[in-house]
C-alpha cells in the first residue's frame, strides 16, 4: 500500500512547522511540489529550504506542473470541474510513476491544507478513479491568517463575536451579514477599498513570515487604504508576485 501526507507547512516562516510535521517530513521518500509557474519559483525554494532544513533521511522531490486553466470560461463552474478532473489525472499519473508500491509521498502544502487549498479534494478525487490505492492523512499547518494576526497581535475574534473567511471577489459583493471580522484571503483587486471611510480597521500582511514581510494596520481611512494600495503595487512590481491578506474588523460597541 501506499501512503500519503498532505503536510501543511506554514505561511512562509520555516519555523511555522510543527513537531508533527517534521516528523512525518522525515518519513517521506518522494515529496510532490505543484509548479505553479515562474512568479512562484521563490515558494517552491522555500519548500526545498524547509526540506534540507528538517530532513534528514534520503527523499525525492518531483515537481509537477498544473495543468492550464481557462481563466475567462463562459461556465465558470464547468470550467473548475474540467481543471480539477485533469488535474486528477494528472496526479494519478505521477503517483503511479513516482511513488513505488509500499513507499511514501508528501504534498507540502503552504499554510494549512483546510483553508482554500485544493490538495484534500485532489487526493479524494485521484481516490475516487479507483487506480491508485493508497493511505493518507492531513497534518494541520499554520495558516496564513493565523500567521496574520499573530504578527499584528491581535485575535481573530471580537469576545463572543462571529468570523467570516471570504475571498475578494465574494467581499466585493458586499460586507457579509451578520459578521464583525472577515477574513480576505485571494484578493488580486484590494477589495478593502470599496470599505475606507465605514469605520473599519484593517490588518493588512503580506510576504507574511518571509524576509519580505510587510505589515500595515489602522482604522482604515481613504488615506491608509491608499497607502496599503500603492505599497502592494510596488512590492508586486519588485517580486513580480505577492501574497497578501487582511482582516477587516467592524469594531464592536
Ligand atoms: C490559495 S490560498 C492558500 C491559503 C493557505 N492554505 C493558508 O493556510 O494560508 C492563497 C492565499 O493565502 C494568503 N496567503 C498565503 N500565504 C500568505 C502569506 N505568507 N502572506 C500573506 N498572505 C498569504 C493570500 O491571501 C493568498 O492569496
Known sequence: MRKLYA???????PEHLTVQAIDRLNRVDVFFVLDKGEEKADLVRLRQEIL?????RPHRMVLVADPPRDRTPEDYRAAVADWHAARAAVYERMLLSELP?????AFLVWGDPSLYDSTIALIEAVLARGNVAFEYEVIPGISSISALVARHRTTMNQIGRAVQLTTGRRLAAGWPSGVDDVFVL?????????FASEGLHIYWGAYIGTPDEILLSGPLTPALAAEIRSVRAEARERHGWIMDT????RPAD
Open 246 to 249: 487582511y482582516l477587516l474588523r
Open 186 to 194: 485571494l484578493d488580486a483587486h484590494t477589495t478593502f477599498d470599496r
Open 101 to 105: 508500491d509500499g513507499s511514501t509521498g
Open 7 to 13: 503536510i501543511g507547512i506554514g505561511a512562509g516562516d
Open 52 to 56: 534540507d532544513r528538517f530532513v534528514t
